[in-house]
């Protein structure tokens, strides 16, 4: 069976598809200075099920996009906002990170949780910065050593998965190369991987390898996963999702 089915599959009954939580998503909104005194236009770019999108729709009077390239996530997204009566604030976009179709200077904010390490965070800041208005702010998650030494084995494996994964100064220079003004940083504390993120992952994993009991491909998914996050579990003092937030300079 297809990879990315199986991976829809596991991932698309989740509220969110990386760590993250209501209280990171208030603190980045705070750290973000937003204007609530007026519509603000927002993308959610690699949206997923739609975490953060349905929570800024219910919080901030906004006019978002959530974009992602799975369409089958966006359908999710969709009962989600009916569901939380949010649907009329949101528009459901299915495109390219890479290749996003919006005019120049469009959006109040670009939210990004999780995801732009799929196009890398120096590429992705970089080609998302026309987007913005005048002073509109990025608010973009990602993965990020939190030491300047680390032991081999997480070295090793975040390395070989994500090659641009560094430490958080060297993530701010890209944002300052790329034209943007850092206005700050922090950490996802350990319940955004645990409670809101892993906890349900294991969850589905047990559930997927249920379903597909004699599928190899289901197994290495299902392995890999769990070999993730064990190694998340036994090196979280080195390495986190760092939240993000620059304006346009
Ligand atoms: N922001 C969500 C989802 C994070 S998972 C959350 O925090 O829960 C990463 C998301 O990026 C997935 O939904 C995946 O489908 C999407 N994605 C991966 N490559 C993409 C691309 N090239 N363009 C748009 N979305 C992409």
């Given at each position: 069976m297809d990879e990315l089915k199986l991976l829809v599959e596991l991932y698309?009954?989740?509220?969110?598809?990386g760590p993250g939580s209501h209280r990171t998503l208030e603190r980045a909104v705070d750290l973000a200075?937003?204007?609530?005194?007026r519509r603000l236009r927002i993308a959610d770019i690699?949206?997923?099920?739609?975490a953060a999108s349905i929570e800024l729709a219910g919080r901030l009077d906004a006019e978002i996009v959530a974009v992602d390239s799975l369409s089958p996530f966006l359908d999710e997204l969709n009962e989600r906002a009916q569901a939380a009566g949010v649907d009329g604030a949101i528009t459901m976009l299915e495109a390219s990170m890479e290749d996003l179709p919006f005019e120049n200077g469009q959006f109040d904010v670009i939210w990004s949780e999780g995801a732009v390490y799929n196009m890398g965070f120096a590429a992705g800041v970089s080609a998302w910065?026309?987007?913005?208005?005048?002073?509109g702010v990025l608010v973009v998650s990602e993965i990020t050593w939190l030491t300047a030494d680390r032991p081999a084995e997480i070295d090793d494996f975040w390395t070989g998965e994500?090659?641009?994964?560094?430490v958080a100064s060297a993530k701010i220079a890209q944002l300052e190369n790329a034209g943007y003004s850092p206005r700050g940083y922090f950490t996802l504390p350990e319940p955004d991987w645990e409670e809101e993120f892993y906890e349900p992952l294991e969850v589905q994993l047990a559930e997927l390898a249920d379903r597909h009991q004699e599928s190899a491909t289901v197994s290495e998914i299902v392995e890999s996963q769990r070999r993730e996050i064990a190694l998340q579990r036994r090196y979280r003092d080195y390495v986190s999702y760092g939240m993000y937030v620059a304006t346009a300079a």
């Open positions: 698309r009954p989740m509220s969110r598809q200075g937003l204007d609530c005194s690699g949206c997923g099920t739609g910065l026309r987007l913005l208005k005048p002073e994500y090659p641009e994964i560094d």
